[in-house]
């Protein structure tokens, strides 16, 4: 209200107003830190005074407690840090104990197992022993069954030929007989002639070969070159011209088939009776085994008894076996020619080398002297030892003594067929040295005749 004439104004309010509205107090702030180390301090006393407190409240029981208690309770407290160690103590003996027995039965058992190993050992070297007196013994059995099929019976023929024209030589036409066989007087040689209309001078022939895997055969050198080593060629006499030996012929006859193979020849020793002849793959039967060769092996030594297989006089032998009527009618039918009678036998499945046995008498650094009979035919043959494997081939006879045969060690026909390309099917073994022969003495001379027959 304004009063006029003065410069007063009266304001009025009611006596029931809201109060100011006042907003809430926000709380002191304090900082971590301080609260924590007010905690800390609160914590710490209380701490003190309870170790304050339990301090002196052992010493004013230890005051209470009487003397003799003392005694009594240091004495239990003694006995039993006593009994704990003597405890301990039997118990660390008691380990130990045990782990000496152990130990002493560890040793005992391993003991007893080298023990049983050794005799084990001993026990299998005895086994093995045994097993090679037995397979000497019977060796030659089981050589039949397991490698005969891998021997041939070689055979072939072969013409001489005039060298200018190369015209095959025949027998002068006033020397044949009216049947066609030729007439030949008293020990003078047949003369050959490139000229007229009689028979061709054809030889034929027969020795033994084996298979020794690849399609390579080995056999010797007079076998796939006869004319070296033929007594009826070196009789010839062919004059006044130049003849030079031509092989027509040359197949091997294996046991169970019924057809030949055709052999070509491959290469040929210089200095040792050996050949390698090869029979094409696509031709070869997988039913012919291959005849392991013995590199390195204690069977090569005097005394040891060794196994002989081959064809000793060709067929005759084998007709040998037939009875005497059948072998008249055989001979009647086919023994005009000697590749139609093996080539009947091979169809009947007649052919089978034939198997000897004997010792070795004697040893040199190229040859190895044995007694397993043979005969002409026999050239070429395996000769096995008591390892079951080829250790020499079979090539001469000893003149005065028919028990005395001669073969070449088996390593030189291995290091011709490596030459001649021969990959061997077995794996090389540790020890196995071809050049073995080191310690074998000098050659020595003997007079021996090639054992091939002729037919």
Not at 105 to 127: C, D, L, P, W
Not at 431 to 440: I, L, P, R, S, T
């Amino acid at each position: 209200v304004r009063i006029e004439a003065t410069d007063l104004a009266l304001q009025f309010f009611p006596v029931r107003s809201l109060p100011m509205v006042i907003g809430p107090r926000r709380e002191a702030q304090i900082a971590p830190f301080i609260e924590n180390a007010a905690i800390e301090s609160a914590a710490t006393a209380r701490r003190d005074d309870a170790k304050v407190f339990l301090r002196e409240f052992t010493r004013e029981l230890v005051r209470e407690i009487n003397p003799s208690t003392k005694l009594f309770l240091l004495a239990i407290t003694l006995a039993l840090v006593g009994g704990i160690l003597y405890l301990g103590f039997g118990v660390y003996k008691e380990i130990q104990r045990t782990r000496r027995i152990n130990e002493e039965y560890s040793a005992r058992i391993k003991n007893v197992e080298e023990g049983y190993t050794k005799t084990q050992a001993g026990v299998n070297e005895a086994n093995k022993k045994n097993d090679t007196i037995i397979n000497s013994l019977s060796f030659v059995p089981k050589l039949v069954t397991e490698y005969s099929g891998g021997v041939c019976l070689i055979s072939g023929s072969f013409v001489f030929v005039e060298s200018s024209t190369g015209r095959q030589l025949r027998y002068p036409a006033s020397q044949m007989s009216d049947d066609g066989v030729v007439i030949q007087n008293g020990d003078e040689p047949a003369e050959l002639t490139p000229e007229g209309n009689g028979a061709i001078a054809e030889f034929e022939f027969v020795g033994t070969g084996f298979h020794v895997g690849g399609g390579y055969v080995i056999t010797n050198k007079h076998v796939a070159q006869p004319w070296e080593a033929d007594e009826r060629a070196q009789s010839l006499s062919v004059s006044g011209i130049s003849g030079k030996p031509r092989l027509k012929k040359l197949v091997a006859y294996f046991p169970g088939q019924t057809h030949p193979f055709t052999l070509k020849f491959k290469q040929a020793s210089a200095r040792d009776d050996l050949a390698v002849c090869t029979i094409k793959i696509e031709e070869l039967k997988e039913t012919i085994p291959v005849l392991p060769l013995d590199k390195v092996s204690e069977a090569e030594a005097i005394g040891k008894e060794v196994a002989m297989m081959g064809y000793p006089n060709g067929p005759d032998r084998i007709l040998a076996m037939v009875e005497d009527s059948e072998r008249r009618s055989i001979n009647a039918r086919y023994g005009s020619s000697l590749e139609t009678l093996i080539n009947y036998l091979a169809e009947s499945k007649r052919i089978q080398p034939m198997t000897t046995r004997g010792y070795i008498t004697d040893l040199d650094a190229r040859r190895v002297v044995h007694s397993a009979q043979t005969a002409e035919g026999g050239s070429g043959a395996p000769l096995f030892g008591q390892s079951g494997r080829v250790i020499g081939v079979n090539f001469a006879i000893f003149t005065e003594n028919t028990a005395s045969n001669f073969a070449v060690p088996v390593r030189y026909a291995i290091t011709l067929l490596e030459r001649a390309g021969w990959k061997s099917p077995e794996p090389e073994s540790e020890g196995q040295n071809e050049n073995a022969n080191a310690n074998q003495a000098n050659p020595r001379s003997a007079t021996a005749n090639p054992a091939n027959p002729s037919r």
